[in-house]
């Protein structure tokens, strides 16, 4: 497990979370287009798992940048703070899922 940054709070937990979903929904948003042009011609979606693993390093190499923390230390924290269940975190869970949904149905 990594070790946590004292920097890295409940609070600021959120705030990464947060700027991390904002990334995705802006990384996301060409795959998402060329999953809907897809449908559109009437071919199945198919989504480069090579694409995902691009825009999860970018968004990864941006957190880090900002914040100074790895994915690791953020899972992490989420489970120190619980984050999946509690309320405060729900919000930002389901911004973060929808992203994703929308990028992959």
Same mark, same amino acid.
């Given at each position: 497990v990594a070790p946590l940054p004292e920097s890295l709070t409940r609070d600021r937990l959120k705030?990464?979370?947060?700027?991390?979903?904002?990334?995705? @929904? #802006?990384?996301?948003?060409?795959? #998402? @287009?060329?999953?809907?042009? &897809?449908? &559109? =011609?009437?071919? &199945?979606?198919q989504v480069d798992p090579r694409a995902l693993? /691009?825009? *999860?390093?970018?968004? =990864? /190499? *941006?957190?880090? /940048?900002k914040y100074g923390v790895?994915?690791? &230390?953020?899972?992490? /924290?989420v489970e120190k703070f619980g984050a999946r269940d509690d309320p405060g975190f729900k919000a930002i869970l389901q911004r973060i899922a929808q992203a994703l949904n929308g990028a992959l149905a």
């Open positions: 705030e990464v979370m947060t700027y991390n979903a904002v990334l995705l @929904e #802006k990384e996301l948003l060409p795959i #998402k @287009e060329a999953a809907a042009r &897809q449908r &559109q =011609s009437g071919t &199945q979606v693993a /691009a825009v *999860q390093g970018r968004i =990864s /190499a *941006q957190v880090h /940048a790895t994915d690791e &230390q953020v899972m992490a /924290a």
